[in-house]
């Protein structure tokens, strides 16, 4: 029988709160391992091969999201929905669709590689990551379903660890063998790093169910416009760092992208720490909106935003105090990394001045203001990031960056008001 998602109400509190408790420690090793693979390729690697190495990285992961349409997506939403005696044929033909799309395009996608790698050589680092992306596709998919099925630790702890962890192995044992390693090898470790996230899954989650029940209908169409529509939030948000690399890459030298890099890699951090009060008290903010708890509410998002805004002041001090040992840390090529880090403090402070209304919307199920807000958001950063980048060089992109996220929470923020819902804005009235 296939788990209803309904069903996790039941869940004592404490057994959720666990569950919520590894997956922020489990997102906080993820942003501390990538850290410090940043800062050992930054004394390591030369900013050519660093920058190059991170776009292509970032295309590849970008590319998983759009290899199968973000089918997989709307994985919470198809097990939920169903009822009835063909509930569980209903959810299997889901299920066997996303791998079906998965492989249609995973085809494509190696065929075009290697189209790409023979009609154009230059791209050839472009095309050995994407060659990894179908690994990293297939974790994506396993850990949505995985979710949806309420196994949501299986899925999701080896997706967070396993790349960040056999990068920065893969890193250290260079830097301890005192060898700055070329592009092709961090490629390799791009690809070895898929292969151990498709092993972990394989140990860690079980094995696929009976294939569909004869009689049941896939709405292919259904799936596919379901995954379309949330993919703009969820490239925002989970995607957030290597999809401001992959727009910086259309206008910056990989010098520059290697700069921007280290910048992202600091500042998330304080984006981390702020996503964790949505983790941590999304739950109670969905209650008390369902209970119409004005008072509760008002509470819970005080906190919320109380926490935004002490990330951002503990972060930003940090960073600064920080400065001098950073720079020594990085290195010279590296120093105008700092300033990029102190604009790019700009998307944390968005995010603490607008409050948590990404959180009000999901929690009210308006997928329209949801989609059109994200929409909105993509396309902003799609233009700003690669303008700033022409216009002025990496603090350029990183400025753009930051226009295009301030233009994502205000829209965010904006759709909240007009639905009536609560003004979650850091300077919004008591009560």
Known sequence: MVPVIGARLHRPMAALSLRAGWMMLARLAASALTLGTTLLLARLAPPEVFGTFSAAGSVSLLAAVLLTLNIEGGALFHAARRSGPDAAADY??????????????SALLLAGCAAAALLRP???????ALGATPLYALSRVRARLAGAEDLVLQGALPRLITRPAVVFLGVAAFALAGHAPVLLQLLLLHLLAGLALTAAHHLSLPSDPRPPQRGSAPDTRGYLRTGLALAPGQILGENRVNLIIALAALSLAPSEI??????LALVNLIVFAQSAADTALGARVSAALSRSDTAGLTQLLRLNRAIRLGALICGAASLLALRAPLLWLLGAPFAPAMDMAVILLGIPLTNALFGPAGLVIQ????????????????????????LGGWLGGAPGAAAGAVAGYAIFHAAQWGANLRAGAPDTGLLARPG
């Open 258 to 263: 290697a700069q921007i890099t280290v910048a």
């Open 363 to 386: 929690a009210q199920a308006r997928r329209r203001d949801g989609l059109l807000s994200a929409a909105l958001g993509l396309g902003a950063l799609g233009l700003a990031v690669p």
């Open 122 to 128: 230059d791209l050839w680092p472009v095309a050995l």
């Open 92 to 105: 299997a033909a889901y299920r066997a669709r996303c791998f079906h799309v998965l492989c249609a395009g």
